[in-house]
Structure formats: structure tokens, C-alpha cells
């Protein structure tokens, strides 16, 4: 890439790095790699050309703090001088409350503390809190979170949280979350209620997860966690490496990669593997949730579009799709995010296959 | 006849509407600039135009117009009066080879939403290097003597900001792909 972007760039490149770069280019994979960033240089350029204009003021190696909401506001003279207009007067009183509240605010989340930093607010949709000393604070990007610190969202609020290392952790909706303080050398998280995301960075130290019976010991993976308070489920799907689940700190189980642990009121903990859908190779049969609405080879562009009604999936000769077993399936749910699904093998008997 | 004469200006306009971000991939990636490379598009577009007021067959849009874009980038290059080591060489058809090869990969809505989010929570200066190179257009040799830096330098910095925004891409589509149900 860098000699590609000398030459557009005008420079003189020696004939031997142009013939690397030509020798390069001359795998497919390569070329869909080398047109890949292209496309993202693209959509780079088009992007920055619909966000407001920035100057370049900083130099490069300056660090600078990402950037934060405009919670304090400033006076400004002419508002100040021009004290004796009484709507004036009111935008001054107004403007002195809005710093005042401001600087409590800030004072209140920024406060030097000797609880331990866990994380940053990365992203966040919708309102989501952040209960600190027992007040409720709109999160804010970058907010640092502490230990003690618990994070609610509603409905309509997500909240995401990188971790001082580099974990990310996704708070779902209808959610709360306790990050709780480094005790026995363990970051320890306590889902209250809501799902979590996790994809831990392969730490000494493992990161705990509670529910109310429920502790998921991490090292290093990517997982999903319920806990719906109405009927007691707590649930732990693992997607990537391998975690421990433990009831009420006793009984260790060991989850593979698609396993799901399962503790429901008054039925017994189970581990399943997940196969929400069935279907079998060559032909598309048995969709199960009602929520999805399209199913497409992963690189191909045939779709299938599904009523909610009648989520069964026929295989349409107009499409020539058949899916095989190890073939990825990108899916769209009506109500929720994209996901890639692989084939695996369920039954080699009659070769269908789960999803 | 084809299906081309039988399509109105309206049609291919919609058509090269939607194939603009590709485009875009296109010109960017030759030009590594994209204020030169929005003029282009919007000259290839006008060609477009005149071609269909001509009567001239376009059957399909994407390739007809990436190598009227190509043609306007050669052209671009040669204005420029600099001995440009890309105007004539056989690298150019590689580049068009890639996007032929892989003309369904396109970043699609929920990648570009990602990104979005991903370039507005870098900090200040690295958008604002994007900024210079991407959207004004500027060298890197320029960018150097405004920032008082090496132009190496920067080229480094800039792959690593793009490796930065691919992660960030990558980790944001995988939560996204994380379903609530």
C-alpha cells in the first residue's frame, strides 16, 4: 500500500518496488485485500466530507482528549456588558445556573477518587445513567467508569464500555450493570439485570461476571449473558474460547464455544448447544424465528426475505442457493442487528444442519 | 437495441447515484485525494449525460463510468505537467482488475454506520490529518510542511489510524452482530 500511495502520490518509485507491487497484485486475494482499502479510503473521504469541517490546529503527536459534550458554558463579555436589558439579564442568570450545575456535574463525575478506574463510556444510544454516590448522571462519552459505579439503560438505551484493557463490554437495553471493586485480584461485574456483550482481552486476572446464582469466570473470550429478573433466567451463551460457570460459587462447568448455560426458576441448570434454526444441506427448511427476515450466502447477493408470519425458508430455484455445510450465512432480523452464522454439521445421519 | 437506449437519463443517474460510494473507492484509491476525486465524479457523471444525449449505448453504468473516471484521472495526471510513473502503467489495470474482480464488495449500510462511529470518536488529530489528506486533498508532502513533520512520518501515521478505524469497524460490526433476542 505504501508504494502504491507513493506513485498516486507523484514520487519516483524504483522499477523493483513497482514490479513488487505488480507481483503483489497479481493474487486475487491480494487484489481484494488492496481493493478493500481502497473502498475504505473511499467512504473515508466521503464521510469526512458530510462531518463538520475541522482545522488542523494539533499537530500530530500532540495527544489530545477525545472529544466531550459541551457540558460547561462560558459568559461572554457582550452578555456581561449588556447586563442592563432584562431579557439579558435572565439569559445571564440562566447561563450562571447552566455553569453552576455544570461545574457540580463535573466536579461530581470528575472528582479525584481512589476507587479504581474500570473503563470509558465508548458509545452509547438512547439515555443511559451512571449511578455514582447514589446520584444518577446521563453518561457521557469518555466518562470514566469506577469501581461502585452502576450503569442503567432503559428501552431505548445501549451503553458500550472499553475496559482499561482493551475488553469492550456492551450493556443491552433494560439493563443494569454493577462494576463492582477489585477484590481477590478479580474485576468483578454483576449483571442486575438486562444481556451483556463481552469480548475480553486475554488478561492474568480473571474477569467475574455474576447474576444472582450464576458467575462466569473469563480469561479471554467473547460471550453473552441474560438475566430477565421476571422469571429468573440467567443465561450465558459462549461464542469464543472458553469460560467457567459456577452456581452460587460451587459446581464449576466448563462451556465450549456455541454452548449455552441456562438456569431458569424452578428448572434445573442445563447446558445446551444453541441451534435456534435447522436446516438441511441443499435446500433451506425450518427457519424458527420469527424475527428474521433475510438469509443470504455470506459473498453472494441472493436474499431471501421472510414474513414474520411464516418464517419458513423454501429453497428458490430462481436463486440457485444452496447452502453447504461450512458455508458462513449473513442474517437480518427485522428487530435486530446483523449476524454471520456458520453451518455445522447437526445430524450426520440425515446431513441436516444447524445454523 | 439494448437495454441501454431504452433506459432514460433519470435511470442512469439513479444508477451511478447508487454505485457512487464504489466510484468513489475508485477515484479516492487512484487519487488518494478526494476533493480532486468528488470533481471527477462529477465530470464522469456530466459524460455520462452527454454519452445518453448522444445516443451512445450504456449498458451498464459501473464499468462505463470507471473507465471514463479512469480516462479523467489519466487526463488529470498529465495536466499536472509532472512525469507521472502511473499514467501509462500496467499497475492502473491491476487497480481496475480489483474492483472488476470484486464488484459486489461494497461496504454496506451497517459497515458505513460503523465507520462513522469509529471517525467521530477519534481523537481531534488524527481526523484532522484524515481531513487534510482525504477531504482537501492535500499531498503528503504538503501535510509535512504544515506540520512540520516527514512525510514518512505521516504515511505511517495515516496506515496506522486506517489499521485503527479497520478494527474499530470490525469490533463495532461484531457486537452488531450480537443479537439482544
Given at each position: 500500500?505504501?508504494?502504491?500511495?507513493?506513485?498516486?502520490?507523484?514520487?519516483?518509485?524504483?522499477?523493483?518496488?513497482q514490479d513488487a507491487l505488480k507481483e503483489w497484485l497479481s493474487s486475487k486475494d491480494h487484489r481484494r485485500t488492496f481493493q478493500d482499502g481502497l473502498m475504505l479510503e473511499g467512504h473515508l473521504s466521503v464521510l469526512l466530507s458530510e462531518m463538520p469541517?475541522?482545522?488542523?490546529?494539533?499537530?500530530?503527536?500532540?495527544?489530545?482528549?477525545?472529544?466531550?459534550?459541551?457540558?460547561?458554558?462560558?459568559?461572554?463579555?457582550?452578555l456581561i456588558d449588556s447586563y442592563h436589558f432584562p431579557w439579558k439579564a435572565v439569559g445571564s442568570i440562566a447561563a450562571l445556573l447552566i455553569l453552576t450545575f455544570s461545574l457540580y456535574y463535573m466536579g461530581e463525575l470528575f472528582q479525584p477518587s481512589d476507587k479504581e478506574i474500570i473503563g470509558k463510556v465508548f458509545a452509547f444510544d438512547g439515555n443511559p445513567k451512571v449511578e455514582r454516590n447514589s446520584v444518577k448522571w446521563p453518561a457521557i462519552l469518555s466518562l470514566k467508569s469506577r469501581a461502585g459505579?452502576?450503569?442503567?439503560?432503559?428501552?431505548?438505551?445501549?451503553?458500550?464500555?472499553?475496559?482499561?484493557?482493551?475488553?469492550?463490554?456492551?450493556?443491552?437495553?433494560?439493563?443494569?450493570?454493577?462494576?463492582?471493586?477489585?477484590?481477590?485480584?478479580?474485576?468483578?461485574?454483576?449483571?442486575?439485570?438486562?444481556?451483556?456483550?463481552?469480548?475480553?482481552?486475554?488478561?492474568?486476572?480473571?474477569?467475574?461476571?455474576?447474576?444472582?446464582?450464576?458467575t462466569i469466570e473469563v480469561l479471554g473470550t467473547r460471550f453473552s449473558v441474560k438475566h430477565r429478573i421476571s422469571d429468573g433466567l440467567?443465561?450465558?451463551?459462549?461464542?469464543?474460547?472458553?469460560?467457567?460457570?459456577?452456581?452460587?460459587?460451587?459446581?464449576?462447568?466448563?462451556?465450549?464455544?456455541?454452548?449455552?448455560?441456562?438456569?431458569?426458576?424452578?428448572?434445573?441448570?442445563?447446558?445446551?448447544?444453541?441451534?435456534?434454526?435447522?436446516?438441511?444441506?441443499?435446500?433451506?427448511?425450518?427457519?424458527?424465528p420469527t424475527h428474521l427476515k433475510l438469509i443470504e450466502p455470506e459473498g453472494e447477493r441472493h436474499s431471501f426475505k421472510l414474513p414474520r408470519s411464516n418464517p419458513e425458508l423454501t429453497h428458490r430455484s430462481d436463486l440457485s442457493f444452496k447452502p453447504i455445510v461450512g458455508q458462513n450465512l449473513k442474517v437480518t432480523y427485522i428487530d435486530g442487528p446483523n449476524r454471520i452464522i456458520h453451518l455445522k454439521p447437526l445430524n450426520p445421519k440425515n446431513r441436516a444442519t444447524s445454523l | 437495441m439494448t437495454q441501454g437506449n431504452h433506459r432514460d437519463l433519470a435511470q442512469l443517474s439513479l444508477e451511478f447515484l447508487q454505485a457512487r460510494h464504489r466510484l468513489m473507492g475508485y477515484l479516492v484509491g487512484l487519487l488518494g485525494d478526494g476533493y480532486t476525486a468528488e470533481d471527477i465524479l462529477q465530470e464522469t457523471w456530466l459524460r455520462l449525460a452527454r454519452a445518453h444525449e448522444k445516443g451512445v449505448e450504456i449498458e451498464d453504468v459501473i464499468p462505463w463510468s470507471r473507465g471514463t473516471a479512469r480516462h479523467l484521472v489519466q487526463h488529470h495526471w498529465r495536466k499536472k505537467g509532472k512525469?507521472?510513473?502511473?499514467?501509462?502503467?500496467d499497475l492502473l489495470d491491476l487497480v481496475d482488475m480489483s474492483f472488476e474482480e470484486n464488484e459486489q464488495n461494497e461496504i454496506d449500510g451497517s459497515r458505513r454506520d460503523a465507520l462513522r462511529l469509529c471517525l467521530s470518536q477519534l481523537p481531534k488529530n488524527s481526523l484532522s490529518l484524515l481531513n487534510m489528506k482525504y477531504e482537501e486533498g492535500l499531498s503528503f508532502k504538503?501535510?509535512?510542511?504544515?506540520?512540520?513533520?516527514?512525510?514518512?512520518?505521516?504515511?505511517?501515521?495515516?496506515?496506522?489510524?486506517?489499521?485503527?478505524?479497520?478494527?474499530?469497524?470490525?469490533?463495532?460490526?461484531?457486537?452488531?452482530?450480537?443479537?439482544?433476542?
Open positions: 500500500m505504501e508504494t502504491w500511495t507513493r506513485l498516486r502520490e507523484g514520487e519516483d518509485v524504483s522499477a523493483q518496488d469541517h475541522m482545522t488542523a490546529k494539533e499537530t500530530v503527536d500532540e495527544p489530545v482528549t477525545p472529544t466531550m459534550p459541551r457540558e460547561t458554558s462560558t459568559l461572554s463579555p457582550t459505579d452502576r450503569v442503567v439503560t432503559d428501552s431505548n438505551s445501549h451503553l458500550e464500555l472499553e475496559l482499561e484493557d482493551g475488553s469492550l463490554l456492551w450493556l443491552g437495553p433494560n439493563s443494569s450493570l454493577l462494576v463492582s471493586s477489585d477484590f481477590e485480584l478479580s474485576q468483578r461485574l454483576r449483571l442486575e439485570s438486562g444481556s451483556l456483550h463481552l469480548e475480553v482481552e486475554k488478561r492474568q486476572q480473571p474477569l467475574l461476571v455474576s447474576m444472582d446464582t450464576m440467567e443465561q450465558v451463551h459462549l461464542q469464543e474460547g472458553r469460560v467457567s460457570v459456577s452456581l452460587q460459587e460451587k459446581h464449576e462447568h466448563l462451556l465450549e464455544p456455541g454452548q449455552v448455560a441456562q438456569l431458569t426458576k424452578g428448572e434445573p441448570f442445563s447446558i445446551s448447544d444453541k441451534t435456534p434454526f435447522k436446516i438441511a444441506e441443499g435446500k433451506v427448511l425450518s427457519v424458527s | 512525469k507521472h510513473e502511473l499514467v501509462n502503467s504538503a501535510i509535512a510542511v504544515k506540520l512540520e513533520r516527514s512525510p514518512s512520518a505521516l504515511m505511517m501515521n495515516l496506515s496506522r489510524i486506517r489499521t485503527k478505524l479497520g478494527e474499530c469497524v470490525e469490533r463495532r460490526i461484531r457486537f452488531e452482530e450480537f443479537s439482544w433476542t
